[in-house]
């Protein structure tokens, strides 16, 4: 008896201490990547990256200690009464909603509807619903079932009144803060580094670049203290047409936008769904699956449809630099002795040089491996974007 009330003084004190820290440190286990320590901690990537910058594009070594942002820290701060505004709040007109005010929405599954269907039409990720959702991550998607979509336009001291077929409801308006003065921040450029490389690092684009840097021309010289990000008080400067649009030593493609990462993370969680399950030559199902079939089932996912074979989807999309690649690409090699395109995985984490990608190897079924395992490093052929994105206008 004694043992179990010093059991409960303990947890009691950690769930106080987990709410009272803003940073959670985390050591490192052998298997983790920063891919699965996000989704442990329920974090994206980015947020972890911004608290342990060095991290970047190195390897995540053992017993290294990683800064996590604490969600369920929340600071004391007292409120000020503002005078309340009247505004109007928009709800889909074809969502089955029980109150407009709620925070959370009951939606009802009818025939031919799809996870990425029902994301679309609340305005919300696929991965957001399965979060609220746990059992889509065991089960398919079935008819009538009712699932908990989030209310994007919930405010909890909203007062709702109902005017004809107009929701009409009083909410407090927002407080307006005032926003720091933002400094310039520069990068000085180091040998092999590209625009495309810079402008991933520090969430920009490669155009933006060009803009505050004129004078770089289509060169990009080492050492140069390149402008990333500009104070508030230098504008930007007016497109220059002798700037190129983008750096020759890289194919031209865009970063992939947010709908098109929450995509691909929803891939990846489909897709690792299935990690044990066996090597079966035509497989396409849970059942057992060759490489393609599995590239095909998990696209299938957000309703796009692949060619059977790895040769033939490895002209599907667009083959990109390898140095541009990106979480739900494919990635392609030619593991027979003829050279040919014969093997397909699907990108999961991409570490400086290093990428991780899920496939179903004949010899151990679905797995994640490695570009740096000898064997696939060997064998590499392309990479291909298949979450492509609207042409760059010249």
């Known amino acids: 008896m004694q043992f179990f009330k010093y059991f409960i003084v303990v947890f009691l004190f ?22 699965s320590i996000a989704r442990k901690y329920d974090v994206t990537e980015k947020e972890i990256y911004e608290l342990n910058p060095k991290l970047k594009n190195k390897v995540l070594g053992l017993k290294t200690v990683v800064e996590i942002p604490n969600k369920k820290y929340k600071e004391d701060v007292k409120k000020p009464k503002e005078p309340k505004k009247e505004v109007l709040v928009a709800v889909p007109a074809n969502a089955p909603v029980e109150v407009a005010n709620a925070q959370y929405l009951t939606h009802l599954v009818t025939p031919k509807q799809t996870l990425y269907s029902i994301s679309k039409l609340y305005g919300v990720s696929m991965e957001t619903i399965c979060d609220m959702n746990p059992e889509l991550k065991t089960g398919n998607l079935k008819i009538g079932a009712k699932l908990k979509i989030p209310n994007t336009n919930y405010n909890s001291n909203a007062v709702v009144e109902e005017v004809k077929n107009t929701t009409k409801v009083v909410i407090e308006e927002p407080k307006v803060v005032e926003t720091k003065q933002v400094s310039t921040v520069t990068h000085k450029v180091q040998p092999k580094e590209t625009l495309y490389r810079i402008s991933k690092q520090y969430g920009v684009s490669v155009r933006e670049l060009q803009l505050m840097n004129p004078s770089i021309g289509s060169g990009l010289p080492v050492g140069y203290d390149l402008v990333v990000k500009k104070g508030a008080d230098l504008p930007v400067s007016s497109p220059d047409p002798a700037v190129s649009e983008s750096p020759k030593d890289v194919v031209e493609v865009q970063p992939l936008s947010l709908e098109n990462m929450s995509k691909a993370d929803f891939m990846i969680a489909k897709a690792s769904q299935h990690i044990g399950t066996r090597y079966r030559s035509g497989g396409t199902s849970p059942g057992g699956f060759d490489c393609s079939g599995l590239m095909l089932a998990t696209f299938r996912e957000i309703e796009m449809t692949l060619p059977r074979t790895s040769a033939e989807q490895s002209n599907h999309g667009i083959s990109i630099d390898r140095s541009q690649a990106q979480k739900g690409d494919l990635i392609f090699f030619a593991t027979g002795r003829k050279g040919r395109i014969n093997h397909v995985g699907m990108v999961t984490e991409v570490n400086g040089d290093e990428i991780k990608f899920i496939h179903s190897s004949i010899q151990a079924g679905v797995i994640i491996s490695s570009t740096k395992e000898d064997y696939y490093a060997r064998r590499f052929v392309k990479v291909n974007r298949v979450l492509t994105e609207p042409a760059i206008q010249h």
Request: proline share 0%.
């Open 14 to 35: 950690c769930g106080f201490t987990s709410f009272g820290q803003k940073v959670i440190k985390h050591k490192v286990k052998s298997g983790e990547s920063i891919y």
